[in-house]
Structure formats: C-alpha cells, structure tokens
C-alpha cells in the first residue's frame, strides 16, 4: 500500500497483492473532510497496518481506516478533536497504534489499543492524550527556541520507527524514543538526540535491534547521503556511512528492514 500528493479531485491509496507485480487504485477523495489540494500539508503522509487486514491513513488532522486489507477505507475520527494538527506518521507496534502529529510548533504522539473503527473512534475514551515529544531537559525536537531544529522548524517531514513498544521518531537531525502501551500516555525514553550525520534525516526504519537513519548528508568532504545506526533503541547513534554516493548529491530518501511489519 502506498500514497502520496493529493489535488483537488483525487486522494489516491494504491495497493498491490502480488509483490507490486500489479497494482490497484482507490480514490479517497469525497470521504469526510477530504478536499483534496496539492502541498506537502495535503499530503497522506501516515499509513500502516495492523498485519491483519487492518490498515491505517492520514490526511492532514484526520484519520481513516480500512478493516478489508486496503479495499475500502472509511473516516475514522479527528485524534486530537479540532483537526488543526497534521498528522505526519502513523505507525504500529505493541498492539497498539501511534499517530505522530504536528502541532504549532511542536511534535506530538497519541496512541489507541488496536482493536475495530468503533473501539476507537472517540478521541476523548480511546486515545491518549497528545504528549509533546520532548525530552526529560522539556527540550522540544521540534522547535529548541531561539534555534529552530528539524526543517524550517516545522516538522513537515518527521517519521517513526517502532518495534517491541518503542517508538523512535526523527525530525530534521534530530531523534526521540518513546514507549506505548494502547491508550495509556506515551512514556519518553530518555533525551533528544542529535545525529552525528550531516543534513536532514529524512527516513528511519529498524528489524527490531538495528536502527538506522538515511539523511540528505553533503559537506566539504563529501556530497552524497548518510547513514547513521543505533543498536539500543535510539538511546545512541553513530554514523557508518557517508557520502554514499560521494560523486553526486544523492539524497537517502528511504530505508526499510526485511522483516515483516508490524514489530
């Protein structure tokens, strides 16, 4: 399952059953609060699935959900109620769904015991509270003022990673760990930390004990992306490569584990 940009008259999911040998298209645009426009904020920037048929889509503050493999999606809720927040990731882990969330100036996570569209469809009885993903020093990875981390200071591309109830999530050169348990409040792991690498990360994924970082990279030494691992959760990290493609300015974009999700 994958999806994107979106524009005034289409909100495209496209799933494919055969390896990606094949694929079909299902259009979400139509569905509560889905106007459709192009932009990164309009953008479905969260999507994830349950392993069982269960799966899970974003659109701006909004969430939809497909209890069919990806056949049909339906409105789910507003997790946070207003609808102003935007969601940037979604991922699954513990038995549990985690929703990572921009707003203002700040990072959020809520999280929700998986279960049917009707166990979790109200904000206020089966979901968390919004935790602003801050460290114990209440540094927040988004916006440490007057300096402003991430891109822009905006977390428009944050991401997540998660395995055995630990969630770690990345905006611009910087990572926090967190801990989730169904609708119980995230936990916070420990304190911000900032890649050794050079640029903006941009894509996090883990097999369940490694970790790693892709990031745009690029310095006097070298132009090319950078990778950096954690064996311990996010706790540390150390770069192990750079320049991967020291010729030209090749972005890391995206990395994924060869295992299969959720973990």
């Not at 801990?179 to 995230?186: A, D, M, Q």
């Not at 745009?216 to 992306?225: E, I, K, L, Q, R």
């Not at 010729?247 to 295992?259: F, L, M, P, R, Y």
């Amino acid at each position: 399952m994958t999806a994107g940009y979106t524009s005034s008259n289409n909100a495209w999911l496209h799933r494919s059953v055969d390896g990606g040998s094949n694929w079909t298209h299902l259009n979400l645009h139509g569905l509560t609060n889905i106007v459709g426009a192009s932009g990164n904020d309009n953008s479905m920037t969260g999507l994830a699935s349950d392993g069982t048929g269960n799966w899970m889509v974003a659109w701006k503050g909004n969430l939809y959900f497909s209890s069919d493999s990806g056949v049909s999606f339906s409105f789910l809720l507003q997790p946070s109620g207003s609808g102003s927040e935007l969601i940037r990731d979604i991922v699954y882990t513990n038995s549990t769904w985690v929703v990572i969330q921009k707003n203002g100036s700040a990072l959020q996570a809520l999280t929700c015991a998986g279960s049917t569209a009707a166990n979790m469809d109200d904000a206020s009885n089966d979901w968390s509270s919004a935790v602003t993903l801050e460290d114990d020093g209440s540094t927040n990875i988004v916006n440490n003022s007057p300096v402003p981390l991430g891109l822009n200071g905006n977390a428009a591309f944050a991401r997540a990673a998660a395995a055995a109830g630990r969630v770690v999530c990345i905006d611009g050169g910087n990572t926090l760990a967190f801990t989730v348990n169904g609708k119980t409040n995230p936990v916070i792991q420990g304190t911000r930390q900032t890649l050794p690498d050079e640029g903006t990360a941009n894509c996090i994924a883990t097999d369940g004990s490694t970790w790693l970082t892709g990031s745009d990279g690029g310095n006097t030494n070298d132009d090319g992306g950078d990778i950096c691992r954690s064996t311990d959760g996010g706790a540390n990290w150390n770069k192990i490569c750079e320049g991967i493609q020291s010729s030209g300015d090749k972005k890391i974009e995206g990395i994924a584990a060869n295992v299969l999700l959720p973990l």
